[in-house]
């Protein structure tokens, strides 16, 4: 159990980043809309578009770290149960 929670604390904190980067790396809070400023071909004055696009922040990058260390510390804290007294020469 420790094992599978070490290796699903280093996949979770190995997958975040590459996902992070893949969507968009945005530095700031995460959005779920982007304003894009576009030219109008008749007045060729600048206007705003907002577009809806979901861009992850640091938070989420932080949440999956978080996660992470979480779960690597939790496999330090799981202990094993029941193999101790089985073995025990004092059982009567």
């Known amino acids: 159990m420790r094992t599978r929670l070490r290796i699903l604390?280093?996949?979770?904190?190995?997958?975040?980043?590459p996902v992070w980067l893949f969507l968009g790396a945005n530095l700031g809070w995460t959005k779920t809309s982007v304003t894009k400023w576009v030219?109008?071909?008749?007045?060729?004055?600048?206007?705003?578009?907002?577009e809806k696009r979901f861009v992850p922040g640091v938070d989420l990058l932080a949440a999956a770290g978080l996660a992470s260390a979480v779960l690597f510390g939790i496999s330090f804290?799981?202990?094993k149960t029941g193999t101790a007294n089985l073995k025990s020469p004092h059982r009567a």
């Open 9 to 17: 604390a280093a996949g979770l904190a190995a997958f975040s980043m």
């Open 39 to 50: 030219k109008d071909p008749v007045t060729e004055l600048d206007g705003p578009i907002i």
């Open 77 to 79: 804290v799981k202990t």
